[in-house]
């Protein structure tokens, strides 16, 4: 199984960060510390390659704001699980068992202070300008919520909650009583690189319940599910809306390989090779509405969906201006770095 996810998000309520609770798993946990353009992504990969080619499963978790870039892996060795973690803003970490537990690799020994003080007023001015931006997107974000929830609002009036909790009895029926566990596993990301989308459920599943998300009628059902699962003595990844993270968009039963995902996080359509082997049942969140009270509402829900698409695409705007600030900083640290010693950086796992 692939296992690549995000652990945070640009949301409504400003950053949203999983790390925590991802990395709490970790046995041995690597903080690493630098300025942008530091090499804090490569070196996660460089030992996430190691742990693959000596055949070890990784869990990769990608910047939210940044998805080419890595924040955190975590690796399932044979008797314990070690971490490497981006451990600077906005999901900063620090030891909590220093030694014991954590230790900080800092990459901030292999600059030049002296380079980075001479650039001291255009790294100010960059990061500020970077700083506004992300201001700006949030800003953006917080319409967006403000709108989905006047959605909520309208589609409550038509929503047949009793056949919506009835769908959800009938796929956990057989299900053993108990308490969930879960582990944050974000799909979707609202980033400087535009909206991006992972497909990991439905390449890891063996049966795909795909939901239409009707006016969001589909991560009505998708929570709903979620709950219902907490009484269940069941393991899942639980993938959370980046920008409402109140609301579930992807569910993964991990040892049964069963997923459930939005139909926007499937990855359906034009994928038929990926998804071959896959068993997928189409769930049509429609059923849920009463169409006959939906015709009064229809017009005020497109209309608020197009507000909030507006908004969406205003916060995507705002940060893909802070892209450019922040590669312009990452090119500024990146070349005072010593590169050479950097190689040569070696950690026993």
């Excluded at 030992?47 to 080419?68: F, H, I, K, M, T």
Aim: hydrophobic share 40%; aromatic share 10%; with cysteine.
């Amino acid at each position: 199984m692939q296992h690549k996810y995000f652990a945070a998000s640009n949301s409504a309520q400003g950053f949203k960060n999983y790390y925590p609770e991802v990395f709490a798993r970790a046995d041995h946990l690597y903080i690493i510390k630098g300025g942008p353009g530091t090499g804090k992504s490569s070196f996660m990969k460089k030992y996430a390659r190691q742990a693959e080619a000596d055949g070890l499963v990784c869990e990769y978790y990608y910047c939210s704001s940044d998805p080419s870039s890595l924040d955190g892996v975590l690796i399932h060795g044979k008797e314990r699980i070690i971490g490497f973690l981006d451990g600077t803003a906005p999901h900063v970490s620090e030891p909590r068992f220093p030694g014991a537990r954590e230790e900080i690799v800092n990459l901030g020994e292999l600059w030049n202070t002296e380079l980075l003080v001479k650039q001291k007023n255009e790294i100010i001015a960059l990061s500020e300008r970077k700083s506004a931006e992300y201001r700006s997107a949030y800003t953006f974000l917080r319409s967006v919520g403000n709108l989905r929830a006047v959605s909520d609002g309208l589609l409550e009036e038509v929503l047949d909650r009793a056949k919506l909790r009835s769908a959800v009895a009938r796929l956990i029926k057989d299900l053993p009583s108990g308490k969930m566990s879960y582990i944050p596993s974000v799909l979707d990301s609202v980033s400087m690189s535009g909206r991006i989308r992972l497909d990991t459920f439905a390449k890891n599943a063996k049966k795909l319940y795909v939901v239409s998300d009707f006016y969001g009628v589909g991560q009505i059902f998708l929570t709903a599910l979620f709950e219902a699962l907490k009484e269940c003595e069941i393991f899942a990844r639980v993938s959370f809306d980046p920008v409402c993270s109140d609301r579930v968009d992807g569910i993964f039963l991990e040892k049964d390989r069963v997923a459930f995902v939005t139909e926007r996080n499937s990855f359906v359509e034009g994928d038929e090779d990926g998804l071959r082997d896959v068993e997928i049942i189409q769930i049509n969140s429609k059923r849920f509405v009463d169409v006959e009270g939906l015709r009064d509402i229809r017009s005020e829900l497109r209309y608020t969906a197009r507000l909030a698409q507006s908004s969406l695409d205003g916060a995507l705007h705002s940060l893909s201006k802070a892209k450019i600030y922040h590669f312009l900083l990452e090119d500024i640290y990146g070349k005072t770095m010593d590169w050479k010693r950097f190689g040569e950086i070696d950690i026993k796992m």
